[in-house]
């Protein structure tokens, strides 16, 4: 959903590169890059060391503040700038600690990353924890639709709740994307003011909404004595708009990046082995 907003959103320049990197005609853009977004999620992300890649697991009991989540550089934050970085200065190297499947080329792989954690990002339980790995601790007493833990509901559930309301993927694409060129507004920030927004939103959506008491835990475990959690589709309807708004925000925001890094001579295709190795 985000990178077909965001494709609604480019340039002709950053088109016909994107199109290039992704192995598609201008026609097809929109599905490449709809295609590229979900990637990352569907490769062995164990097996290829980007499983913490996907979050940065930023607290709800204590205001905003990153610490040292990022020391390591395995949190979306600085994925984010990498995969900008590498795209932009045309960057060789880049190499997976295992071989990914399905297998992309190099800048394909950084496209597909960045497309994907422009979206994460703005999901708000991929920016937040309770002790409860963003919500993927805290199973439902009942599942809803298919989704058995909170963090699934936020993934899946909030989505098609938007669809319910604007159509489908097409049509609330478009629709997303008319409303800002309607004027509705979107600043494009800085990529931890994109965590702070949606950590925002995890406190108020989430924790605060369910009333879902303070936990503590290390790093990526879950804490003990964490109860199922009663989710539904009221629930989930109640937060449509704040979606909307991040979905809206998730893909001019990646437009915005992609149109930047893509200017000059940005986002070759085949990066003729020049700039900084990984």
Request: net charge negative.
């Amino acid at each position: 959903m985000v990178a077909r907003v965001a494709a609604k959103n480019l340039t002709v320049g950053t088109r016909k590169k994107v199109a290039a990197i992704l192995g598609a005609n201008d026609a097809g853009l929109e599905e490449a890059v709809a295609a590229a977004a979900t990637w990352p999620d569907e490769m062995n992300k164990w097996k290829t060391k980007t499983a913490d890649w996907h979050f940065v697991d930023v607290p709800v009991d204590a205001p905003f503040a990153l610490g040292t989540l990022c020391a390591a550089h395995d949190c979306m934050i600085d994925r984010i700038q990498e995969m900008s970085d590498r795209l932009r200065t045309n960057q060789s190297g880049f190499k997976l600690a295992s071989p990914p499947s399905p297998s992309r080329s190099m800048t394909s792989q950084e496209m597909a990353f960045l497309i994907h954690f422009v979206g994460d990002i703005h999901q708000p339980l991929h920016s937040a924890n309770d002790g409860d790995r963003g919500g993927n601790c805290e199973t439902l007493v009942k599942a809803l639709s298919g989704s058995t833990e909170l963090h699934a509901v936020w993934d899946t559930n909030e989505v098609l709740a938007v669809f319910t309301v604007l159509g489908n993927e097409d049509a609330t694409s478009a629709a997303l994307f008319q409303r800002f060129k309607d004027g509705a507004p979107v600043d494009q920030a800085t990529i931890t003011d994109w965590a702070h927004e949606a950590n925002d939103l995890a406190r108020q959506d989430v924790y605060q909404k369910l009333s879902l008491p303070n936990h503590t835990a290390p790093a990526g475990q879950c804490a003990t004595g964490i109860a199922k959690v009663s989710v539904d589709q009221t629930y989930v309807d109640s937060n449509e708009k704040d979606v909307e708004q991040q979905l809206m925000r998730a893909g001019i925001r990646l437009s915005n990046v992609l149109n930047q890094i893509c200017a000059g001579t940005g986002c070759q295709a085949s990066p003729g082995g020049s700039g900084k190795k990984k």
